[in-house]
Every structure is written in structure tokens, then in C-alpha cells.
């Protein structure tokens, strides 16, 4: 712990004071939506809600994150007079599904939620993904609020308003941009996350890091490896740093036109190798891990990496971390294949962003096919 300098830290914090850090969306007459941050926070969940004064409040959980938190926030809900109507969905990214959306939205139908309801998405990026896209749509719109339990939701997806399911054609390809009223981030929660989801969550993280630059990157290399020993005030200074460059990125450009896609870093090859391994080879993290030490490898070819010694270091921090920067069982032409496919790719090339140092990127469609090949093979293992 001592290894941390005090300017480390986002912001000193007494007991009843949180980091509130806003997300504005520049539409409307809506100002935008605050992040609320803070170790234990989801014990004042009740607190929170009642600003918004809803006739009615719905949470939309699964079981495993019912278990192990739901009296926390059923506890805070309960002292300010509210009885929740609790939905459980099933369990995993398989039932991100228009078959799981549509029995959600029946349920929220059913049991009455109007436009004066509340939707609470208690849960992983599965849960936020799928409950936000039932409340953009039942009833045209009701308002919600996530509260994310993994390191994936708390430092990606419950910023940003992106929300949807996966379809019988492709991931993520229905969907919706709703915002939240608000999001509510308590990093205690993350202590019981199983080691492979809080490894897929520092993917994203140190992908941050160096879209970031400054001293996150050397953060990082201090931070223990295993989750249990991180201090509860470094992994809340882990999930502050991202969502406030996320938060910053997303505001300036809602619908990803421009410095929105630097969060892509990593995923061009990513997505490519999810794919070519069938969606089973290698989770999300794991993919985006091994992507980006493919695009600062191609960033190094096409001579735009500045800083010779950074792929080696953000290499290491990703291994740390228990994630792959390596990998087998695929062939680099199939990688190839899907990678032309990307969803977010536009023109000739297939888009990339590249890394000049940590903190200065740079989007480009690259269309030499060798060189794409080869940093694909620098990235087989042995
Ligand atoms: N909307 C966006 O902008 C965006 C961005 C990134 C990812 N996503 C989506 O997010 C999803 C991935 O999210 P994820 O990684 O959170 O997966 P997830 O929601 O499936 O959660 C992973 C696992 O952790 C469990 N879990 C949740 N909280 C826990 C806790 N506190 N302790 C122990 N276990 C817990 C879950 O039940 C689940 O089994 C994908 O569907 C992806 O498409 C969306
Ligand atoms: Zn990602």
C-alpha cells in the first residue's frame, strides 16, 4: 500500500460523501446522468431512489447476484418504503436472448410497471444490457438505473447507455441507446466475482490505461494481482479512473464517431478471435488482451509506436493479471475472415486503433494484408 503516492487518489472521502462524476448526453433538454461511486454505497440504494420519487420499484438480478448481495439493496429499498417486485433472469451471456428479453418485459407488464416505475439492472453486463433494453422499450420507456456487480459492468458497460441482446444473427445486434437516470457503483460488491470475470474486467482496465496514459499504467503495475488483496480504496480508484475516462469519452460523442472508438482498442482483433474460435475459445477479455497486444505489435510495424518500451510493459500487466496475450487452436487467415466482418468497420481496410505511446491514439483502415498477417502470426503461440 505504501508504494501509492496520496495524488493517486480521484478524491479524499469522508464516510458520507461519494464520487459523483456526470455523463452528459447533449440532447434535449436532458442534462445527463451522474455515476455514483463509492465502497458500500449499494447499502443507500433507497436513499438514492427516492430523489426520483418512482410509484414503484422492479430489480432485474439473476440468482448468483440475488444470493450473494440482493439483501443490500432490499435492506435500503425496504427503510424508505419500498417493496420491489424482484425479476430474475437466467444466468450467463446465453440468455442475453429475444426469447429471455420477451419473457422479462411480460414480467415487468405484468406486474404492473408504468412510466412512473423504476427499473433497478442489479447485475453483471448481461443483466445491464438486457434490463436496459426492457425499460427503453416496455411501455415506450421507463426510467432505471443500474447497479453493476462485475468489473466489466462498473467500468464499461453501465456507462454510456449503450443497451440491447444477442439475436440468432450476430451479438449485440438489437438494441437500444437508453440512458439511466443514474448509475450506482459499489466496488465491495466485486470481492466475491469469481478470478476469470475479475480478469476479464482489467482487460478493459488496463486497455483504459493506456488509452489514458499519464500514470495509469505504472497504477497498474502496483495493484496486486490476486483481487482479494487489493485494498478496498485501489479498486475503487481502479473503477473511478475508468469510468471517468469512459464517461468522458462517451459524452463527448454519444454515438461513436469519433473518440468513442478509441475504446475499441484491442477488440478488431478481439472480435476476430472470438469469432474464429466460435465464441468458446476465448472470453471477451481474454480476446480483447490478446488484441491489443496485437494492435500495439502492428502499431510497432507501422511505425507509429513512439514509446519502444510499451508493448513489453502493457504485456506484462495484462499477463499479471491472468490474462493471454497469445493465441492457439486458430487459424490467422480465419482471424482474418471475421475480422473483415466487424460490425464497426468502414471503407476499404479493416479499422484499427493504433497506439503512438500510452494517452495518444490514432484510428486507421489498414489494408495491407501482409502486415495484418503478420502481426497475427506474431500473436500464434508457439
Ligand atoms: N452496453 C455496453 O456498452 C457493453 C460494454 C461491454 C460489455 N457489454 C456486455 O456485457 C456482457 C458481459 O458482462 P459481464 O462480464 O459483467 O458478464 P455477466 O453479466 O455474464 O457476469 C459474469 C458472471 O458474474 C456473475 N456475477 C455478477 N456479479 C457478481 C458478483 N458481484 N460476484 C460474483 N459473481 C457475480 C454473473 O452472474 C455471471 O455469471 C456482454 O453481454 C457484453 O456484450 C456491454
Ligand atoms: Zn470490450
Redesign the pocket.
Known amino acids: 500500500m505504501n508504494e501509492f503516492k496520496k495524488e493517486t487518489f480521484s478524491g479524499s472521502k469522508t464516510d458520507s460523501e461519494w464520487t459523483e462524476i456526470p455523463v452528459s448526453i447533449a440532447q434535449g433538454a436532458e442534462a445527463g446522468y451522474p455515476v455514483i461511486i463509492r465502497r458500500g454505497i449499494v447499502s443507500r440504494t433507497g436513499e438514492i431512489i427516492s430523489r426520483f420519487n418512482p410509484s414503484g420499484v422492479f430489480i432485474i438480478t439473476?440468482s448468483?447476484?440475488r444470493n450473494?448481495?440482493g439483501d443490500k439493496p432490499a435492506a435500503s429499498l425496504a427503510d424508505k418504503g419500498y417493496t420491489p417486485v424482484i425479476i430474475e433472469m437466467g444466468?450467463?451471456?446465453r440468455y442475453?436472448n429475444c426469447e429471455e428479453f420477451i419473457r422479462v418485459c411480460g414480467e415487468l407488464i405484468k406486474s404492473g410497471a408504468n412510466r412512473k416505475s423504476l427499473i433497478l439492472a442489479f447485475?453483471?453486463?448481461?443483466?445491464?444490457?438486457m434490463a436496459?433494453f426492457a425499460a427503453s422499450t416496455v411501455m415506450r420507456g421507463i426510467p432505471f438505473i443500474q447497479i453493476?456487480?462485475?468489473?466489466?459492468?462498473q467500468t464499461?458497460?453501465?456507462?454510456?447507455s449503450?443497451?440491447?441482446i444477442?439475436t440468432p444473427w450476430g451479438?449485440?445486434l438489437m438494441?437500444a441507446f437508453y440512458h439511466p437516470k443514474a448509475v450506482i457503483i459499489d466496488p465491495d460488491?466485486?470481492?466475491?466475482?469469481?478470478h476469470c470475470?475479475f480478469s476479464?474486467?482489467m482487460a478493459?482496465v488496463v486497455k483504459t490505461a493506456v488509452i489514458r496514459g499519464g500514470d495509469f499504467p505504472e497504477f497498474l503495475e502496483q495493484v496486486p494481482s490476486n483481487l482479494m488483496e487489493i485494498p478496498g480504496i485501489i479498486l475503487e480508484e481502479i473503477v473511478t479512473r475508468s469510468v471517468k475516462l469512459k464517461s468522458e469519452l462517451v459524452s463527448r460523442d454519444m454515438f461513436e464517431q469519433n473518440v468513442r472508438a478509441y475504446l475499441n482498442l484491442g477488440h478488431t482483433i478481439g472480435h476476430g478471435i472470438e469469432a474464429a474460435s466460435g465464441f468458446n475459445g476465448y472470453s471477451?477479455?481474454q480476446a480483447v488482451s490478446i488484441g491489443m497486444a496485437g494492435s500495439l505489435i502492428l502499431s510497432e510495424k507501422l511505425g507509429i509506436l513512439q514509446d519502444k518500451n510499451l508493448t513489453a510493459k502493457i504485456i506484462n500487466l495484462l499477463v499479471r493479471f491472468g490474462l493471454p496475450v497469445k493465441y492457439s487452436n486458430i487459424r490467422a487467415d480465419s482471424i482474418m475472415e471475421y475480422m473483415k466482418f466487424d460490425k464497426k468497420r468502414q471503407g476499404g481496410g479493416v479499422r484499427f486503433v493504433l497506439v503512438k505511446e500510452a494517452g495518444s491514439l490514432h484510428i486507421e483502415d489498414i489494408d495491407n494484408r501482409q502486415i495484418l498477417l503478420d502481426t497475427l502470426n506474431e500473436l500464434a503461440e508457439d
Do not use: I, M, R
Not at 156 to 160: E, K, P, Q, R, T
Not at 189 to 194: A, E
Open positions: 439473476n448468483t447476484v450473494l448481495h444466468d450467463g451471456e442475453k447485475g453483471g453486463g448481461v443483466t445491464g444490457d436496459g453493476p456487480t462485475t468489473l466489466v459492468a464499461d458497460s453501465s456507462v454510456g449503450k443497451t440491447g444477442d451479438k449485440n438494441g460488491l466485486l470481492y466475491t466475482l469469481p470475470e476479464a474486467g478493459e471477451h477479455g
